[in-house]
């Protein structure tokens, strides 16, 4: 039971490029979740998905997309990298839905460390 | 739009009780408390939650004052090992809200 599994762990990328961040979850969780850790800085919801086909947006959805065709994948694709994106990006799942009741717990992978020079 | 205020840092003797206080004072009837940490750079871990009732798990115990306003999360007795940033969170639907936490170092 491996939880949540990010990739790539760290990425420099060049002004305007793209990209994929893949996350796969293997606890049949319907929600998951895009968070960006900018440092000193708390966690900000970029995205987010409660079942496949499901998404909606977060805080800070501009210059990210993201899709979700299964339950354990949730890909987010940068498509213009901007300095502005050079950050920490975590995936999450839950059970339930975060912050509620019935262990809205969220279980997050390692993050993915991402350069934009 | 932090809903929480809790003070950027303390300190706590190894082996000692960790009191972490956090103010919440426009939470919503419905809200709930939640409690992460966050080790080094690590993704975050859940430590605890709840709504009226103090609570107690393996890891920690979460007082909520019977106004709802405040809560404190206690580490019975802290370790060297629980050096991290403590988030308190005041749940909203589909998101959790982590402002910058408390850094908490466990002193030997």
């Known amino acids: 039971n491996a939880g949540v599994t990010q990739t790539p762990k760290f990425r420099i990328l060049k002004i305007g490029q793209s990209m994929t961040l893949q996350c796969t979850q293997d606890m049949n969780h319907n929600y998951m979740y895009w968070y960006r850790q900018d440092p000193g800085m708390g966690l900000k919801l970029i995205y987010y998905s409660v079942g496949a086909g499901i998404t909606d947006k977060g805080e800070v959805p501009n210059g990210y997309n993201v899709s979700r065709s299964t339950t354990e994948d949730f890909p987010l694709r940068l498509e213009l990298a901007a300095p502005s994106q050079t950050s920490v990006y975590f995936c999450?799942?839950?059970?339930?839905?975060?912050?509620?009741?019935?262990?809205?717990?969220?279980?997050f992978g390692e993050g993915s460390r991402l350069t934009v020079l | 739009d932090a809903k929480t205020t809790q003070p950027p840092s303390m300190d706590c003797a190894e082996g000692r009780a960790a009191n972490l206080p956090c103010n919440h004072s426009t939470i919503s009837g419905n809200e709930y408390v939640y409690w992460y940490r966050q080790i080094h750079s690590q993704g975050p871990q859940y430590i605890i939650h709840g709504l009226k009732n103090n609570e107690t798990n393996e890891m920690a115990s979460l007082i909520i004052t019977e106004d709802r306003k405040s809560s404190t999360l206690i580490l019975p007795h802290a370790t060297l090992r629980d050096t991290a940033v403590y988030y308190c969170i005041v749940s909203v639907a589909n998101n959790l809200f982590f402002g910058t936490g408390t850094r908490l170092t466990v002193i030997p």
């Open positions: 999450a799942s839950s059970y339930s839905l975060a912050g509620g009741a019935r262990t809205g717990e969220l279980f």
